[in-house]
């Protein structure tokens, strides 16, 4: 399979944007700050805003992300298309007095954060990052360096270790940072210096361990992109190119672009920041009220809107093929897959595939299509829930990926540039 100089460019660039987003609070930053670049304005929620016609706006709650551009010619019957992802990825979150420790270690006390491979975190380098919410009223955004480790138990000690792996939640997944007597030190002063802030300022915190490593293209031919966080950053990567492309390119359409980068979603999506929650009708409802819809030709417009849910899927894998379907086997590197459950924990329907695939074969991507085995049923997305309570028509989409939950997981190079040009042809076509 040969692999474009673009492709790779692609891959290199989401390296860039996942190196600059080890937290979700991070990655919703790093979507304004490059579409603010590519002439978006940042909107605060707390404000009145502008006319939306021919407008590109973009706003941060938490997070969570969203961005659009509105057609010069809007009506209030204008519909959207939203191009859904999710910041957010499996790990560890500090919980309160996290500096803890024995026998002469500093460790961190964490919670598991969704459905992490635990073993896929041991003996790495790893950092902390999050927001600092401070005494005087703000919040600042903090990563530190490589700072923790867990260190895996020697085989000496675990003669079972290579017929059997199972780590203790509590007990065994806290990471080591230094060494002396937890009385005598303070994690949170790691986060706190790289802010430059005062510890005894912190009132509050959200912080992950995130994996230092960066993302790396290798294998024969340039296949393969290796990764932390590419569920979902690789498609919250996706949507940001295209639609920053899209806005270079003089965007005028006949409906409202939107990119909607949501958190929560590894654990349920039920916040005022994820799917669940009220943000994107909040969002849209804003801009309808600015072409001046009522709420019915606000629901009209939905009727005939679009939801584009990106998210990763499995790729078929060598050693465990017998986990999917035995027909239905999309492969790494042979193009983005459309998601299909009879159970809806995908929204994809008949009408959607035919979108889907018209889209993809505007911009010449081959696509593939990915289905449960029926004795290793699938987890759900933020589709079903974004077509509940909007009722926005709704496609499950995604790339295929091997190591899914991994500390580092494994996609195809030319996977990841096709699905922004899809994303691309969704936005504009």
Same mark, same amino acid.
């Given at each position: 399979m040969s692999v474009t100089a673009e492709a790779i460019s692609h891959a290199e660039d989401l390296a860039d944007f996942v190196a600059a987003s080890p937290s979700s609070y991070h990655a919703a930053e790093e979507v304004a700050r490059r579409l603010e670049a590519d002439g978006f304005t940042r909107l605060t929620e707390e404000d009145a805003w502008p006319d939306q016609r021919g407008g590109r706006f973009v706003i941060v709650r938490d997070g969570a992300? @969203?961005?659009?551009?509105?057609?010069? $010619?809007?009506?209030?019957?204008?519909?959207?298309? %939203?191009?859904?992802?999710?910041?957010?990825? &499996?790990?560890?979150?500090?919980?309160?007095?996290?500096?803890?420790?024995a026998h002469g270690w500093l460790q961190a006390g964490v919670e598991i954060y969704g459905g992490p491979l635990l073993a896929s975190w041991l003996d790495r380098e790893l950092r902390l990052a999050g927001r600092l919410a401070m005494k005087d009223g703000s919040v600042l955004l903090a990563a530190t360096g490589l700072l923790l480790r867990l260190p895996q138990l020697a085989i000496h000690l675990n003669r079972e270790a290579n017929d059997h792996l199972a780590l203790e939640k509590q007990v065994e997944t806290?990471?080591?940072?230094?060494? *002396? $007597? &937890?009385?005598?030190?303070?994690?949170?002063?790691e986060l706190a210096d790289a802010a430059g802030v005062d510890p005894a300022d912190i009132r509050g915190f959200d912080a992950v361990v995130a994996d230092s490593a960066r993302g790396q293209v290798f294998g024969k031919d340039n296949a393969f992109f290796a990764s932390g966080r590419l569920d979902d950053l690789a498609s919250v990567h996706a949507g940001v190119v295209a639609l920053g492309n899209a806005a270079r390119g003089g965007f005028d359409g006949d409906h409202i672009a939107v990119l909607a980068a949501f958190d929560h979603e590894e654990i349920g999506s039920a916040s005022r920041s994820g799917a669940a929650g009220p943000i994107l009708e909040d969002v849209l409802v804003r801009i309808y009220a600015s072409l001046g819809a009522d709420d019915a030709q606000r629901r009209q417009a939905f009727v005939s809107s679009w939801c584009l849910s990106s998210d990763v899927g499995h790729s078929v894998h060598p050693n465990y093929a017998g986990k999917h379907d035995p027909v239905v086997k999309p492969l790494l590197g042979s193009g983005p897959i459309l998601k299909i459950?009879?159970?809806?924990?995908?929204?994809?329907?008949? %009408? *959607?595939?035919?979108?889907? @695939? $018209?889209?993809? =074969?505007?911009? =010449?991507?081959?696509q593939q299509e990915f289905v449960s085995n029926n004795s290793v049923p699938c987890g759900s997305t933020i589709g079903p829930i974004t077509a509940t309570r909007l009722g926005l028509r709704t496609v499950d989409v995604g790339i295929p990926i091997l190591s899914m939950h991994s500390a580092r997981e494994l996609a195809g190079v030319s996977d990841l540039y096709d699905l922004s040009k899809v994303a691309g042809a969704f936005f504009t076509d």
């Open positions: 992300a @969203i961005a659009w551009a509105v057609p010069a $010619n809007a009506t209030p019957a204008t519909a959207t298309r %939203v191009f859904g992802a999710h910041t957010d990825s &499996p790990g560890f979150k500090l919980k309160p007095k996290p500096t803890t420790g806290q990471p080591v940072w230094g060494l *002396g $007597n &937890p009385a005598d030190a303070d994690l949170l002063a459950n009879a159970n809806q924990r995908y929204a994809t329907d008949a %009408v *959607g595939a035919a979108a889907w @695939i $018209n889209w993809c =074969e505007k911009v =010449e991507v081959t």
